[in-house]
């Protein structure tokens, strides 16, 4: 599977962003599907994630505002970013994970900036 993230930009504190992630190939619906981020000047972190049967996982600085959803029908995730704050600023990729759980397939980043 091949990954391409987009609908990054900027932004003002408080505002929504939804980022996208568009999978090629046909085994997309069965994987476990990944949003990471990673600032500037910091490692990369897990953000949120979604199983192929919908169990989501997020991580707790995104709590309450992001949502993760996938589309199987367009082979798309989504991350729905709400009240974003300044330390949401960082380059989100997406990845697929292979059964195991490890993130094997890496999409290209996206950037979000939110100013204050």
């Known amino acids: 599977v091949q990954l391409q993230a987009s609908g990054g930009g900027m932004v003002q504190a408080g505002d929504s962003l939804r980022l996208s992630c568009a999978a090629s190939?046909?085994?997309?619906?069965?994987?476990?599907m990944g949003w990471f981020r990673q600032a500037p000047g910091k490692e990369r972190e897990f953000v949120a994630s979604?199983?192929?049967?919908?169990?989501?996982d997020y991580a707790d600085s995104v709590k309450g505002r992001f949502s993760i959803s996938r589309d199987n029908q367009k082979n798309t995730v989504y991350l729905q970013m709400n009240s974003l704050k300044p330390e949401d600023t960082a380059v989100y990729s997406c990845?697929?994970?292979?059964?195991?759980?490890?993130?094997?397939?890496w999409g290209q980043g996206t950037l979000v900036t939110v100013s204050s």
């Open positions: 979604i199983t192929w049967s919908l169990i989501t």
């Open positions: 990845a697929a994970a292979v059964p195991t759980g490890a993130y094997v397939t």
């Open positions: 190939g046909r085994t997309f619906s069965s994987k476990t």
